[in-house]
């Protein structure tokens, strides 16, 4: 995974704690498909520009009226600008995409899309599961903007994200590291 210094590694759900997620008193799924993260670039551009529009373009459309190709289009090439732009890859094949910016003072989950056809098997689950057990390493909160009627809410609120704010169509969202009491971890 892209980190906030520039180093770079796959990252597997096998990384979370015993190919389990462990976040105050609520165990997760287990482990789905792994999956690899690498550095988006030019050659992947059709395939998530396909993805971004099958994943978003009824929430686009909803919170906007409208939301064409070429302004989808125009959206991905700023994206891939970056630098933070990763592939999301299960067996071989672009399931989705992801950024995630790491700053000093908190994570912000900037996209995280997942091809339908991808959907409903839990691998945007472990993915956001894998950002937050890092996040509570580090000892940072996450924080993301999703749009209000955007099914994934209910996940980000079942992982424990509380809203902070809204703006328009979209709702701002924080994540808050706690200590495993159990444990004795400190976060």
Sequence with gaps: MTRHNGNERPLTCDDA???????????????????????????NREDLLRIHLAAMSAHLVA??????????????????????AQV???????????????????????RIEIDPSFQGRGIGTRIVVDVLAEARRR????RLDVFIA??????YERLGFHETGRDGPSVSMEWQPVADLRSGEAP
């Design 17 to 43: 704690v015993g190919g389990r997620s462990r976040l105050g008193d609520t165990d997760y799924p287990p482990p789905v498909s792994a999956y690899q993260l690498r550095a988006a670039d030019d050659q």
């Design 150 to 155: 955007n099914p994934a809410r209910r996940l």
């Design 88 to 110: 999301i890859v299960v067996d071989d094949v672009i399931a989705g995409l992801l950024d995630v910016a790491w700053r000093p003072d908190a994570v912000h989950l900037v």
């Design 139 to 142: 000892g940072l909160p996450v």
């Design 63 to 84: 919170a906007f009226g409208e939301w064409s190709q070429a302004q989808a289009s125009e959206h991905l090439d700023g994206w891939l600008r970056t630098g933070r």
